[in-house]
């Protein structure tokens, strides 16, 4: 249990630490903003990376069947809209670095796309706030919702726990999934404005 406060309290941290990155990238040199966008490049690219995407993939079309205990289905069903909507999101990562940059992350020149306006960024950023919220609300039900597993009857305790198990699982693959984007998108968001200062 402890170890669950632990975790849901290190999401709201890094969701403060995002905000706070965001306000204090206003301050920074282009070099800095290129130096951290380099360094987030790479994140973007890591085998971690890329083998949270393909869990988090596989997780959506194991979606667990109602169990007839509320606070289970309840939770269950919000952990796979957050797993759903995070992968929505890091569809439009990818396409909207290309448009801020002017290349790809794997490093390919295109200059021929519009830039996004810095409104379209801070919309995605709150997006992307409001979905680690959630996540974190989500993570701190699960010592309550885990009691209503262990007190359901025998017929339904196998459900509870096998839905109980795929929520713990979409939570732990979307969380770091929706601080990787708030921080790719503040730094994008950064970029725009530093090149508006020139």
Not at 45 to 66: A, C
Request: glycine share 2%; with cysteine.
């Amino acid at each position: 249990m402890l170890k669950k406060m632990f975790y849901a309290t290190a999401i709201c941290v890094g969701f403060l630490f995002s905000i706070s990155q965001n306000c204090i990238a206003q301050q920074k040199t282009k070099d800095e903003i290129k130096a951290e966008r380099d360094v987030l490049k790479s994140e973007l690219k890591s085998e971690n990376v890329k083998e949270r995407q393909k869990k988090i993939e596989k997780l959506e079309s194991e979606s667990p069947k109602t169990s007839g205990i509320e606070s289970i289905d309840k939770l269950a069903e919000s952990s796979k809209k957050i797993l759903f909507d995070t992968k929505s999101i890091n569809l439009q990562i990818p396409e909207l670095y290309k448009r801020t940059i002017g290349e790809t992350i794997d490093g390919v020149t295109d200059v021929t796309v519009k830039k996004p306006t810095v409104e379209e960024l801070a919309a995605l950023a709150l997006t992307l706030a409001s979905q680690i919220k959630a996540t974190a609300d989500a993570v701190s039900s699960i010592s309550k919702v885990s009691e209503d597993a262990k007190s359901a009857s025998p017929l339904s305790a196998g459900k509870a726990m096998k839905s109980l198990n795929y929520s713990k699982d979409a939570l732990a693959l979307a969380a770091p999934e929706l601080q990787m984007s708030l921080k790719v998108i503040n730094n994008l968001i950064a970029t725009l404005k530093s090149a508006k200062n020139n």
